[in-house]
């Protein structure tokens, strides 16, 4: 697909968005900076109909709607930027970080670098971080869910 930012490197873009938004952009929100403008009127416009598709795609991924509303246990699993973007351009290959600019490689954008501040080990150590939160909440979830049973069979008790 086309570059469609004229003469602004992705370092730029991406320069820019951590100045606005004071986080580092998604891989998914490059793929939108590189292929789409923002009218004036706020509606987006992409450079071709491919590009739409694939941004429509990853964010359906990432943000599922429930199939039926009565059954929870059927909707699809929620994925992360990074996972969503790999889902639909596929795995990275050698010499080539789609959406990622030049220099970087598989090394440089998924392996921390040692003591350097790059964008990349934030992200990772944002990912790394939601992970664990995501792991906690399940956790929390099923201490609840433990509590109310104690409380039940107590109630159930001083009922008896």
């Not at 351009?89 to 440089?108: H, M, V």
Request: aromatic share 6%; charged share 25%.
């Amino acid at each position: 697909m086309p570059y469609r930012r004229g003469r602004t490197n992705i370092h730029q873009l991406s320069n820019n968005f951590m100045q606005k938004g004071g986080c580092h952009p998604t891989r998914p929100k490059m793929f939108q900076m590189t292929q789409a403008r923002t009218a004036p009127d706020g509606n987006v416009m992409w450079s071709n109909e491919q590009s739409r598709q694939m941004m429509d795609q990853m964010t359906q991924l990432m943000n599922p709607t429930p199939l039926e509303e009565s059954d929870a246990t059927a909707n699809p699993p929620v994925l992360t930027p990074e996972e969503a973007f790999r889902q639909v351009f596929g795995r990275d290959r050698l010499g080539r970080i789609q959406c990622g600019g030049r220099g970087q490689t598989l090394r440089s954008w998924y392996e921390p670098s040692e003591g350097g501040s790059s964008s990349n080990t934030v992200y990772q150590r944002l990912l790394e971080e939601q992970s664990q939160q995501k792991s906690e909440i399940s956790q929390q979830k099923s201490d609840i869910e433990r509590m109310k049973k104690i409380i039940e069979e107590q109630q159930q008790r001083t009922a008896a």
